[in-house]
């Protein structure tokens, strides 16, 4: 609803601007026709409407897509070309107006340009992680939608080589990895800005758990399980690092990721609120349905090896090696849904009841004003929680049906062999 309002808010307010520049032409008001073009060109290049437009896009994607190609049309929809970067970097401007606040803070205490400019530059370098994950994921679902015509030797059939594909599939992964060891550098730590100020971003948390690394790998091991297919079922040697880091290392990290954050809301030591742990979560959370769309694309990628062995079943007389790449990711999503389902206990953990329980016995005298407080404050950490575990079954019921196709097609070749080898005899 936020990110709605707000991408309203830019859209009318650009279709506004465009009227009063031909009022202002109509009435002879000229000087004011710049003034308009200024004030239009600066919405169109704000931080906040960038920014709003790339977080509504990936909750679409971790909230809506309820299969692989829910998520293929969705992407389709947006719009998203990987190859094009079709954000002004260099124009980008920082609307945020932070002199509406009275304060009467110490000197030493006071939010200064140099926080406003600090800030700026951290917003930019987080909206550049968000750009930069979208854009990887619409090409890896663009290369997986487009392996059955590849496989099928139709490349004339889809807009733009595979292989062209490839190449900015990699070139982003190389600048992702290039972006967040600068990061590193500057971020590590959470910034620390005044009260009456803007509020750091989740990038400092987003380094600190080492998501970026783990998206990473997992489009290494789809472009690998591509490879692998791309050169037929027994074309390509097996590579054992990148077998043991499909089949294991991926979900491993990701469960050790889960146990090591799950903790209560509150500090028992001190009673307090760890706001860290809801950030900590949704941020996880987010990176298991990017995962889990990767695993899809790998999908993709293995789901044409049935074709090629049916069109050799009148050709070959002889049993037909199946690459260990299949038994490898069918262990892959057994992982993966398995941390699923460790995520959803750590989820389940967040109880609102008892935040209100314990923090509101605080307090001396129990006003109506005060439990009202308290109710929302627990409703609010409810519902957050609620929507976090939502798209955790659809996504486990996604890894289900896909497994189980995978295994299907394991069935069809075992017996399709026996059938053939029997016919032989």
């Known amino acids: 609803m936020l990110f709605d309002a707000m991408l309203e808010f830019f859209t009318l307010n ?100 140099m926080h406003i400019s600090e800030s700026f530059a951290e917003e930019t370098a987080w909206l550049r992680v968000r750009h ?26 889809k807009s733009g080589d595979t292989s062209d594909t490839v190449s900015v599939l990699r070139d982003l992964m190389a600048m992702f990895s290039k972006h967040l060891e ?39 091991s789809a472009l690998y399980v591509r490879q692998i297919c791309q050169n037929g079922a027994a074309g390509e040697k097996v590579d054992d690092s990148r077998e043991a880091m499909l089949k294991s290392a991926l979900a491993e990290r990701l469960s050790a990721l889960v146990k090591s954050h799950q903790r209560t809301l509150l500090v028992a030591q001190s009673k307090s609120l760890d706001p860290t742990v809801l950030e900590e979560m949704v941020l996880i959370s987010e990176c298991v349905g990017q995962l889990v769309i990767v695993a899809g694309a790998s999908h993709r990628f293995l789901k044409p090896l049935k074709t090629m062995l049916t069109k050799q079943k009148k050709k070959k007389k002889k049993s037909v090696e199946l690459p260990v790449t299949f038994s490898t990711f069918t262990e892959h999503l057994s992982n993966l849904q398995g941390s699923i389902e ?78 053939h080898c029997s016919s032989a005899v």
């Not at 959803?344 to 407080?373: H, P």
């Open 342 to 419: 460790k995520l959803q206990d750590a989820v389940k953990t967040m109880d609102g009841a008892d935040i209100v329980q314990q923090m509101s016995a605080l307090q001396i005298n129990q006003s109506e004003s005060v439990t009202e407080v308290w109710r929302k404050i627990q409703s609010s950490y409810e519902q957050s929680a609620q929507e976090m575990l939502n798209p955790f079954g659809l996504k486990g019921r996604l890894l289900a049906i896909t497994e189980a196709l995978i295994f299907r097609i394991d069935c069809y070749i075992e017996t399709y062999l026996l059938c």
């Open 14 to 113: 650009h279709k506004d601007t465009a009227e009063y520049m031909i009022s202002a032409y109509k009435f002879g008001a000229f000087h004011k026709i710049n003034e308009f073009l200024g004030f239009k060109n600066r919405l169109q290049n704000s931080m906040q409407c960038a920014s709003a437009t790339i977080e509504r896009l990936l909750l679409d994607i971790a909230k809506e897509t309820k299969s692989h190609e829910k998520t293929e049309q969705i992407l389709h929809y947006m719009e998203i070309d990987p190859l094009n970067d079709k954000i002004a970097w260099a124009d980008l401007r920082d609307n945020r107006d932070f002199d509406i606040w009275l304060h009467w803070q110490a000197p030493e205490r006071e939010l200064t340009q």
């Open 182 to 220: 600068s990061c590193s550098k500057t971020y590590a730590q959470p910034t620390e800005f005044p009260l009456l100020g803007p509020y750091r971003t989740r990038l400092s948390t987003y380094l600190r758990l080492n998501l970026g690394s783990l998206v990473l790998d997992a489009l290494e």
């Open 132 to 157: 930069l994950l979208v854009r990887m994921l619409a090409a890896v679902v663009q290369l997986g939608s487009n392996s059955e015509h590849e496989n099928g030797n139709n490349h004339h059939d």
